[in-house]
């Protein structure tokens, strides 16, 4: 069985807890991006950055932070 997923380009904006953040996608949709395992914390020097997030069809209120870009002042 084959998993579907969406990849998309999001923007970090804050902070919630040690491995989350908010991200807000181009088209204005808000979801809880999520850092996977344990090697990377979130904090607050990667707000702002872009971000490739991995998201299901089924439920758009969360993904997976795949990659991240340089930060955007």
């Known amino acids: 069985?084959?998993?579907?997923?969406i990849l998309l380009d999001a923007?970090?904006?804050?902070?919630?807890d040690k491995h989350a953040f908010e991200?807000?996608?181009?088209n204005g949709h808000r979801l809880v991006a999520?850092?996977?395992?344990?090697?990377?914390?979130?904090?607050e020097k990667w707000c702002g950055a872009l971000a490739q997030v991995e998201m299901s069809p089924f439920d758009m209120s969360?993904?997976?932070?795949?990659?991240t870009?340089?930060?955007v002042l």
């Open 34 to 43: 999520f850092f996977r395992g344990k090697k990377h914390l979130a904090d």
């Open 11 to 16: 923007r970090l904006h804050a902070v919630i």
């Open 23 to 26: 991200a807000k996608l181009a």
């Open 62 to 67: 969360k993904g997976w932070i795949v990659s």
């Open 1 to 5: 069985m084959k998993k579907e997923t």
């Open 69 to 71: 870009g340089e930060k």
